[in-house]
């Protein structure tokens, strides 16, 4: 059974920073590319950033591009997003998620999730 635990959402000033980190368990997590969605109230989901299974890989959204940066670390089984510069519109659920299907840019299935951790940007 893969778990995937997400946290370092929180409450945070527009232009500030956070760090998400995403352990996971239970599979060869190195086997795997990964990613981050995020979904804001009233709104659909959003994949927002995904990474190999190397790491030499990555995708960013255009909506956090050059704000937003995806990282892993297979000797520690989990995937961090760094966050900056961020806005009021970045608030949402954000999950980590196992990638079941990806193209290497925006289309991306996944087949195992997170919980998900709250960010909220105030302005």
């Known amino acids: 059974q893969v778990q995937l635990v997400e946290s370092g959402g929180g409450l945070v000033q527009a232009g500030g920073s956070l760090k998400l980190s995403c352990a996971a368990s239970?599979?060869?997590?190195?086997?795997?590319?990964m990613g981050w969605f995020r979904q804001a109230a009233g709104k659909e989901r959003e994949f927002v950033a995904g990474?190999?299974?190397?790491?030499?890989?990555?995708y960013h959204a255009d909506s956090v591009k050059g704000r937003f940066t995806i990282s892993r670390d297979n000797a520690k089984n989990a995937i961090y997003l760094q966050m900056s510069s961020l806005r009021p519109e970045d608030t949402a659920n954000y999950s980590c998620?196992?990638?079941?299907?990806?193209?290497?840019?925006?289309?991306?299935?996944?087949?195992?999730w997170g919980q998900g951790t709250q960010v909220t940007v105030s302005s």
């Open positions: 239970g599979a060869i997590f190195g086997n795997y590319h």
């Open positions: 990474i190999s299974a190397t790491g030499a890989s990555r």
């Open positions: 998620a196992r990638l079941f299907s990806w193209d290497g840019k925006n289309w991306a299935t996944a087949d195992y």
